[in-house]
């Protein structure tokens, strides 16, 4: 479904994007980078920035994330094998910055990324984060 949520924006313009808890994941991110312009992650724990920062650095400790490239890319949005190793790229270099975010605070991102995004995404994390329903 992530893939024809970033297809729907039908813009020549490149999108801004924020994702508030994004964990150690980038999966989510696999169909927004041919649309993106920029992506700000955020996470909570240094852990899971560590492990995106892994990822966007090829340190050999990062996770492989090449069968979910290929499996998003080809068998869900019908491209082919030489379009992995080019998204993989270009998600790379769609991400501008990986930062701490506490949802917890008035304040949740540092103050130079406290601005104007296009699509502000949020997947599990305010349902971690709120300690009633009410919070939530």
Request: proline letters at 7%.
């Given at each position: 479904y992530i893939h024809k949520f970033y297809q729907s924006f039908h813009?020549?313009?490149?999108?801004?994007?924020?994702?508030?808890?994004t964990?150690?994941?980038?999966?989510?991110?696999?169909?927004?980078?041919?649309?993106?312009?920029?992506?700000?992650l955020s996470d909570y724990t240094e852990s899971n920035?560590?492990?995106?920062?892994?990822?966007?650095?090829?340190?050999?400790k990062a996770h492989d994330w090449t069968l979910f490239?290929?499996?998003i890319v080809v068998d869900i949005e019908g491209g082919e094998e030489k379009d992995v190793a080019v998204r993989e790229k270009e998600l790379r270099s769609s991400i501008?910055?990986?930062?701490?975010c506490?949802?917890?605070?008035?304040s949740l991102l540092p103050t130079e990324f406290m601005e104007e995004y296009d699509v502000l995404?949020?997947?599990?994390c305010l349902d971690c984060a709120c300690k009633s329903v009410a919070d939530y």
């Open positions: 813009s020549d313009k490149k999108l801004k994007i924020l994702d508030i808890g964990g150690p994941a980038i999966i989510n991110f696999i169909s927004a980078a041919p649309y993106a312009s920029e992506i700000v920035r560590e492990a995106l920062r892994q990822w966007l650095e090829k340190d050999p490239f290929k499996h501008k910055a990986i930062v701490p506490d949802v917890t605070k008035d995404s949020s997947t599990l």
